[in-house]
């Protein structure tokens, strides 16, 4: 097997299932960034203070920024730019866009704290130039990775329509895990045999749950039953229905 180790060695000299590997692992990456920078963005029709709008419009810049930079390195490695294929995937599996400031927030501590644990398998990528891009992408996320959170659970507590806020965070719980991909898949596994990543989904997802559960207590929300939300779960998935 031929893994690159240094930033200037071309995919094309690569094991072909490595560089398809490869291409895919930066495609999905370019998909989850634009569609969280387009989210964040509708989103701040529903913002009224001046502190959140601002860190909102930071968050949508750097979003975009990371899409730019993925971008720049599959046109570098690949030869071609990623934009068709991100707007034909965006085309057919566009991201819901948030309704209001409650679901704005819901979405933020959800969706974004998937791909951040997404993102922490990649850190030890055993294609550099990935590695380096996801390494300066890591350090961006974790400064803002309880400020969805804090916005969040204050609101849902104080919803008094508990049946609409429960409806809010199960689908974006969904698109959370949706993020973290399926576990035990084939892809999974050879992508760890050759250590693109560090992990197979499955452990993603436990610690995920796991990250979002003290939070999800608190708002006085309950994770539904697994089969409701449509996705693969790991079946020694630690999931209190409580």
Known sequence: MTSPSTADRSLVDCDPRYRDTVIQMLRSQAWR????????????????????LKFISRHVQE???????????????????LEGWV????????????????ELGIAQWLYDRGGFW??????ESSWTPYKEVIGRIVDQEEGHQYHGQNIAVPLIRKEKDREKVQRLFNEWL?????????????????AISVGLKKRDSAECIKDYVKDILPAVREAGLRLPPQEQLGVDLPDDLEWPLD
């Open 87 to 102: 707007a034909a995937k965006l085309a057919t599996k566009p991201i819901p866009w948030a309704t209001s400031f409650l």
């Open 118 to 123: 997404q993102l922490r398998e990649y850190e």
């Open 33 to 52: 960034e634009l569609s969280a920078a387009q989210l964040f963005g509708h989103g701040l029709q529903f913002v009224t203070d001046l502190r959140t």
């Open 174 to 190: 969904r698109q959370g895990l949706i993020c973290l991909g399926r576990p035990y898949s084939e892809g999974n596994k050879y």
């Open 63 to 81: 979003e975009t920024d990371h899409y730019a930079a993925v971008a720049d390195l599959y046109q570098k490695h690949v030869g071609e730019s």
